[in-house]
């Protein structure tokens, strides 16, 4: 069967795939451009999220558009989603289980987008999409290429509110992620 982007907003908002779609207040979609050749995927939407059904509000959300800003992007001009659609209580991690029974939903995002970079936002992201060994502190800023498409990872825009010093370099993998995709358009 081929999916919309309807069809999927429509099973996210009735999924009870998790014990999480008894929890949340809103599933949390994907945003941005359906045209967008990056992807930036986290792990889980936070508490804001949760209440507004919007990925990146709140203050990880004002530091994700400086370092968009910075590097001459806006949310206009990409796609943001996370692996897991609904809030962890207690901004936990999202279980095993969780992620697996969402991935289904990320796939068919990634498949309707077909973007030609994909930016992990965190450990938990680059973990389930790129490796389960990697490791965000020594990794980050790194490329590996599959299926015609640059993935790299870096910090997740929480990690610079508990530690501010993170921020320019968070910047410097942000504007590589922008030279990546000029190289990668030629």
Same mark, same amino acid.
């Given at each position: ?26 599933? @949390? ?27 990146? $509000? ?25 692996? $897991? ?38 450990? @938990? ?6 490796? /389960? ?16 498409? /640059?993935?790299? /990872? ?15 370099? $968070?910047?410097?993998?942000?504007? +590589?992620? @922008?030279?990546?995709?000029? +190289?990668?358009?030629?």
């Amino acid at each position: 069967m081929q999916y919309t982007w309807n069809d999927i907003e429509q099973h996210i908002a009735a999924c009870t795939c998790c014990p999480l779609s008894r929890t949340r207040n809103r599933p @949390v979609m994907g945003r941005g451009s359906h045209q967008a050749d990056i992807m930036l995927i986290a792990e889980a939407p936070g508490g804001q999220e949760d209440q507004q059904g919007i990925p990146f $509000v709140g203050r990880s959300g004002e530091i994700l558009d400086s370092l968009l800003r910075d590097c001459g992007l806006t949310r206009e001009e990409i796609y943001i989603t996370n692996i $897991v659609k609904c809030h962890p209580p207690g901004n936990r991690d999202p279980k095993d289980e969780e992620k697996e029974a969402c991935f289904p939903y990320l796939k068919y995002e990634t498949y309707l987008l077909k973007p030609k970079i994909i930016v992990c936002l965190g450990r @938990v992201a680059a973990q389930r999409i790129i490796s /389960a060994d990697f490791r965000i502190t020594r990794q980050h800023g790194t490329w590996i290429y599959r299926k015609n498409c /640059a993935l790299t /990872a870096t910090y997740h825009p929480s990690a610079i509110l508990r530690d501010p010093s993170k921020y320019e370099m $968070v910047k410097e993998d942000f504007y +590589e992620i @922008v030279k990546k995709k000029t +190289e990668w358009m030629d």
